[in-house]
Nanobody
Framework: QVQLVESGGGLVQAGGSLRLSCAAS????????MGWYRQAPGKQRELVAT???????NYADSVKGRFTISRDNAKNTGYLQMNSLKPEDTAVYYC??????????????WGQGTQVTVSS
């Protein structure tokens, strides 16, 4: 059974930094795209950043220049480095990955979420 386990959330002051990790475990062929999403109280889940298997990245305008998404394919782990954090970045952050469990069968997986709180 494939699982995504996130870590690295917490409480930080505005202007500070956090690094989120998302580790995939279980039996699978390979990880395709990975991404980070967030959901603030009373708001819909929104895209933060994505990274393809080849390393191409995409960011929400609100985080460009402050957040960096990366991945370590050897460790089956994705990362989100968050710098210059603002109170409006406060949310539960979710990892998402498209994973080939067989050569031609791709499933979509979500992590359990990790809370990021930025105080002003």
């Amino acid at each position: 059974q494939v699982q995504l386990v996130e870590s690295g959330g917490g409480l930080v002051q505005a202007g500070g930094s956090l690094r989120l990790s998302c580790a995939a475990s279980g039996s699978f062929f390979r990880i395709n795209d990975m991404g980070w999403y967030r959901q603030a109280p009373g708001k819909q889940r929104e895209l933060v950043a994505t990274i393809t298997s080849g390393g191409s990245t995409n960011y929400a305008d609100s985080v460009k220049g402050r957040f960096t998404i990366s991945r370590d394919n050897a460790k089956n782990t994705g990362y989100l480095q968050m710098n210059s954090l603002k109170p409006e970045d406060t949310a539960v952050y979710y990892c998402n990955a498209g994973i080939f469990v067989l050569l031609t069968k791709r499933n979509d997986y979500w992590g359990q979420g990790t809370q990021v709180t930025v105080s002003s």
